[in-house]
């Protein structure tokens, strides 16, 4: 099980609300059965792997657009 902190998306986020958000919904797309994780997992855990892509810097969110299917890049 990974051990992952709030601590560790310093600079990375800048709020915790948006990274619960950010992570709900990569974890949303992560659990459909077509998609693929975006960095090498070691979890299967929808939740987890996008707290690890987010920390990896592979999925970011869009800010200051309207769009909300385009909240992640």
Do not use: W
């Amino acid at each position: 099980m990974s051990n992952i902190s709030v601590e560790m998306f310093e600079g990375q986020i800048d709020s915790l609300y948006r990274l619960v958000i950010l992570a709900a919904k990569r974890t949303a797309q992560i659990s459909k059965p077509d998609s693929r994780p975006l960095v090498p997992v070691r979890s299967r855990k929808p939740t987890l792997v996008a707290l690890e892509e987010i920390l990896s810097g592979k999925v970011k969110p869009r800010i200051g657009e309207g769009d909300e299917e385009g909240f992640l890049e």
